[in-house]
């Protein structure tokens, strides 16, 4: 008799884990399914069908800081810090939070958000050239060149680019070729 009741609440047991497992996987179907429409309301029902994903408030952030018509940066950087928040050691992420800060004005709050996110991934060609940006509209563009050598190193963004950035931002030749450039040729 303890034998059938053990097997019944086993039973029961398993069939409350399947309909919680299938619960999950149903909120974050209809959570994809909002975010692949790419408009900010939909990522908004995304965020609400699944709120432990980072991806939905960056691409939120991403879309309101880039394509909205009259953005909040107060907005943005929340929508970015929810996302560090719930992905504390992406990198992207900081480096993202950290631009946004840039673009509000808040310069004190970038720099530690750009160098912790180089330190999670130190060689990210995109969170160097980040930096290496960020650097150079402070006008500290001495501290740009190690970031500019690892992104010229990585082939990832073209050296065109990144020699046109250096000009732009007066660092002179001397310096380009005796603290920028790689030992081998092709470069020169």
């Not at 907005?75 to 992905?87: D, E, K, M």
């Not at 960020?134 to 073209?158: C, H, Q």
């Amino acid at each position: 008799m303890q034998s059938r009741y053990a097997i019944v609440t086993l039973r029961y047991l398993l069939l409350a884990l399947i309909s919680l497992l299938m619960m999950s996987a149903a909120r974050n179907g209809i959570a994809a399914y909002y975010f692949r429409q790419n408009l900010p309301a939909a990522l908004q029902n995304a965020m609400v069908w699944e709120p432990s994903n980072p991806v939905y408030p960056a691409a939120l952030a991403n879309l309101l800081h880039l394509y909205g018509q009259s953005p909040d940066p107060n907005q943005v950087i929340h929508l970015y810090l929810t996302a560090v928040r719930l992905s504390p050691f992406d990198a992207g992420y900081l480096a993202d939070l950290a631009q946004a800060n840039d673009w509000a004005g808040r310069t004190d709050l970038s720099l530690p958000l750009f160098q912790r996110a180089q330190k999670l991934f130190p060689n990210s060609p995109d969170i160097n050239w980040k930096l290496a940006n960020f650097y150079i509209r402070s006008g500290n563009t001495e501290d740009a060149l190690p970031a500019l050598k690892k992104i010229l190193s990585s082939n990832i963004i073209g050296k065109n680019q990144i020699f046109a950035l250096s000009d732009r931002a007066g660092i002179d030749s001397v310096t380009v070729v005796d603290k920028l450039l790689p030992p081998d040729i092709p470069a020169y």
